[in-house]
């Protein structure tokens, strides 16, 4: 096989107090791209379609992982790369997480898998480091890994994943501004209250078991964050009104989508995630604000080969 096309999906990182250790997979919402072997040593980006990416391997998430990977490896061959974006860049649902894990989970199937996911999430995270201005694996985790993760540390790499309730939905709400990581994260305190500290340990801790054990009262519970949303809603237009309208729709609990500006709320059921779609709605659309909104569930098994 000299050719493959792939589904990469769009993911939810932090999950209210899981900043920078938790997020979890979209079944929906994802870029393709077409990874190819080809005579010619290096890595080559030949098509981009969707947003306007820089074509330089270095200069662009997709090159950047793949080339990590490709100088951990002796080979007389190199790849080409095609990118079609679906996932808007700046828009909190793993854009170049995305771009980042298709690339080297691409190269990897070609090659016959010489790597296992934690590797290929350490590769990808490169590439994700170029935008963020750190490493951390709560994008790049789920979408190789899928379902819900806790990367457990990042050095050395681990992951957890944590298995979760076969009937929860994600609704996420993209309202079409941008904003970017390296920009949300210069918001947040460089300390934190030992009292704050301890709420959002126990929550994250709720937050896991809740998963673990279906209990979507400990899950609603849990999904609070008094560290980051304080500081990153405030980027939000409309965010404390979207929240309380879905939580009053029967959402189980709703935050901030990565670093923003989406906001994801996490529903029992199909029926239930569609009615705080509704909810959410009806908020945004008297707001001259552009939006996509999405209804997913979650997505257990991550990237995927489309043929």
Aim: aromatic share 8%; with cysteine.
């Amino acid at each position: 096989m000299n050719e493959i096309k792939i589904f990469s999906p769009g993911t939810v990182a932090n999950v209210s107090c899981g900043f920078d250790v938790m997020g979890f997979c979209l079944d929906n919402v994802g870029d393709e791209m077409v990874i190819r072997k080809v005579d010619q040593k290096g890595i080559r980006i030949t098509k981009i379609e969707g947003f306007d990416l820089p074509y330089e391997a270095d200069k662009n998430v997709a090159g950047i992982s793949a080339l990590a990977m490709y100088n951990a490896l002796d080979l007389d061959f190199g790849f080409e790369i095609e990118i079609y974006k679906k996932i808007k860049p700046g828009s909190g649902i793993g854009s170049s997480a995305a771009s980042a894990v298709g690339s080297v989970f691409g190269m990897n199937e070609l090659l016959n898998r010489p790597f296992n996911k934690t590797q290929l999430t350490e590769f990808a995270m490169k590439g994700e480091a170029f935008i963020s201005k750190c490493e951390h694996a709560d994008n790049i985790g789920p979408a190789i890994f899928g379902g819900f993760i806790l990367a457990k540390s990042v050095s050395p790499l681990q992951i957890l994943e944590i298995p979760f309730p076969e009937d929860l939905y994600a609704t996420i709400i993209h309202p079409q501004i941008e904003i970017k990581t390296a920009d949300a994260r210069g918001l947040l305190p460089t300390e934190v209250a030992l009292q704050d500290a301890i709420k959002q340990w126990a929550n994250l801790g709720g937050l896991v078991h809740g998963l673990h054990s279906g209990d979507y009262e400990v899950i609603k519970s849990a999904l609070h964050d008094v560290i980051v949303e304080p500081h990153r809603s405030k980027l939000i237009p409309h965010f404390q009104e979207v929240k309380e309208a879905a939580i009053h729709a029967g959402a189980v609990g709703s935050g901030i989508s990565g670093s923003g500006p989406s906001i994801f709320s996490l529903c029992k059921g199909l029926e239930r995630a569609n009615e705080v779609k509704a909810a959410i709605e009806a908020i945004y659309s008297k707001t001259g604000i552009e939006y996509d909104i999405h209804v997913s569930k979650i997505n257990s098994k991550g990237i995927k080969i489309l043929n």
